[in-house]
Nanobody
Framework: QVQLVESGGGSVQAGGSLRLSCVASGYTDSNNYMAWFRQSPGKEHEGVAAIRTGGITYADSVKGRFAISRDNVKNTLYLQMNRLTPEDTAMYYC?????????????????????WGQGTQVTVSS
């Protein structure tokens, strides 16, 4: 059974940084996509960044500020978030792909990820 557990969220002031972590258990497909999504109250899940061997995708809103990485030995996904703004305030979720193959262009589409963590809250104050 796949389990994803996020940590690292918190409250910071605008311009600050946070590093999110997601530990995966029961998931060994290191060549498939893992991703970070976020959701603000009343909004849909928004793709933030996705990574697989040989490919990384970022949402335009976080390019140049966020960096996704993955340690396949530790089965851990990371999201380094710099120059945070109040608009980055959201619950952040880690997600992992299953055995179904999707186009790389769908790497930030929530419906293509069957495995999700419980989320970690990020709050950025101005």
């Amino acid at each position: 059974q796949v389990q994803l557990v996020e940590s690292g969220g918190g409250s910071v002031q605008a311009g600050g940084s946070l590093r999110l972590s997601c530990v995966a258990s029961g998931y060994t497909d290191s060549n498939n996509y893992m991703a970070w999504f976020r959701q603000s109250p009343g909004k849909e899940h928004e793709g933030v960044a996705a990574i697989r061997t040989g490919g990384i995708t970022y949402a335009d809103s976080v390019k140049g500020r966020f960096a996704i990485s993955r340690d396949n030995v530790k089965n851990t996904l990371y999201l380094q978030m710099n120059r945070l703004t109040p608009e980055d305030t959201a619950m952040y979720y880690c997600a992992a792909r299953g055995s179904v193959a999707y186009s790389d262009s769908w790497s930030l589409v929530p419906a293509t990820y069957p495995y999700w963590g419980q989320g970690t809250q990020v709050t950025v104050s101005s």
